[in-house]
């Protein structure tokens, strides 16, 4: 079975720093993806790791633990812009099918 | 940069009735997806699409549903006897390899009444 757990939502300061959580139990693993969405729009590609450790893109960084089964999106430099939903997804072995969390609302304060 | 397309933006069609949703993917990828979204809920997975064949399929993905590539540059999802329970964003979604990412297109809003 594949689940996939991330916090509802979180709030967070403009130009602070926030860890978005996910934490999974899946069949396969072949990578762990971050999206970004917007209340009624797709979701944008963040960031993705396949090995263990961080991948630093921008303000956007991710790591990893396939050990752990255990994912953290770090968005540093908040800005008003960043008040979204983040996605977590997983991607299983097969048919390169992504089995999403349920998303974690950020809302950003100024 | 290179975007995912998908037309209508909206669909509204009476229960029972055919849709056709259309994606135009990314020029050079080779891998297709359809996922869906209900309002408020999850990102689910229906079907993905290679080399002209389905990979995988999810439980939603019934006889009601299906994918074809009529050209080489559309991917378009059918439903062949929409149900009220369809109502939901459908994205189309395409990667160059199968384990990079995939890059979605803004949804079609498909309302069935």
């Known amino acids: 079975g594949q689940n996939i757990d991330q916090p509802t939502e979180m709030t967070a300061t403009e130009g602070a720093i926030v860890q978005i959580n996910c934490t999974y139990q899946?069949?396969?693993?072949?990578?762990l993806f971050w999206y970004q969405q917007h209340a009624g729009e797709a979701p944008t590609f963040l960031s993705y790791?396949?090995?263990?450790g961080l991948e630093e893109k921008g303000r956007f960084s991710s790591f990893l633990s396939r050990s752990k089964g255990y994912s953290y999106l770090l968005l540093k430099e908040l800005q008003m812009k960043d008040s979204a939903s983040y996605l977590c997804?997983?991607?299983?072995?097969?048919?390169?099918?992504?089995?999403f969390g349920g998303g974690t609302r950020l809302m950003v304060k100024p | 940069e290179p975007e995912v397309t998908q037309t209508p933006s909206h669909q509204v069609t009476q229960m029972g009735q055919e849709v056709i949703l259309r994606c135009v993917p990314i020029?050079?990828?080779?891998?297709f997806y359809w996922y869906r979204q209900i309002l408020g809920q999850k990102v689910e997975f229906l079907v993905s699409f290679y080399n002209n064949e389905i990979s995988e399929k999810s439980e939603i993905f019934d006889d009601q549903f299906s994918v074809e590539r009529p050209d080489g540059s559309n991917f378009t999802l059918k439903i062949r006897s929409t149900k009220l329970e369809d109502s939901a964003m459908y994205f189309c979604?395409?990667?160059?390899?199968?384990?990079?990412?995939?890059?979605f297109g803004d949804g079609t809003r498909l309302s069935i009444l």
């Open positions: 997804a997983v991607l299983g072995n097969a048919g390169n099918m992504l089995t």
């Open positions: 790791n396949v090995l263990d």
């Open positions: 979604a395409s990667s160059g390899r199968s384990d990079q990412p995939q890059h």
């Open positions: 899946t069949s396969g693993f072949n990578g």
């Open positions: 020029s050079n990828h080779l891998y």
